[in-house]
């Protein structure tokens, strides 16, 4: 009996991903925040985020634990940052004898507004033992009048 597989496994993973988009959905409930387009849009609420601003620069904070610098994607569109992550299944079929097995490919997507344009040119990201620092040094602000010589 061993042998046969388990016909709720589908169902298993369908109401683990229902929970955590009503998590998700929570969370966005409770953040309270007045201006929406300020939101992370996810497709995977196990990823977790920060967004710290430092003064001179932004940084994101990200987990990605098991992904590796190839695994995952940056993207930067004005004031838009992309952060992307897929990784395969590390074992061949035939390799292991499981008696569970669950980790399969993964993927997430996160994307966030920045409250300030940044320096693409200047972004530095690095990954260390599953987390992602991205640091978004600010734009210097322009100034609103310009001295304008008279000819």
Known sequence: MADRPNPFEGIEALLDRL????????RTWESGLEDRS???FSTDAGTSLDLADEGDEFVVVVDVP??????VDLRLSGDR???????????EEGDEQFI???RKQQSFSRRLRLPELVVADDVEASLNNGVLTVRL???????????IDIE
């Open 66 to 71: 098991g992904y590796e610098t190839d695994d």
């Open 38 to 40: 300020q939101l992370e």
């Open 137 to 147: 040094p600010k734009r210097e602000p322009e100034s609103e009048s310009q001295s």
């Open 100 to 102: 569970r097995h669950e």
């Open 81 to 91: 940052l992309s952060i992307t992550g897929e990784r395969e299944e590390a074992v």
């Open 19 to 26: 929970n955590q988009q009503f998590e998700t959905a929570t």
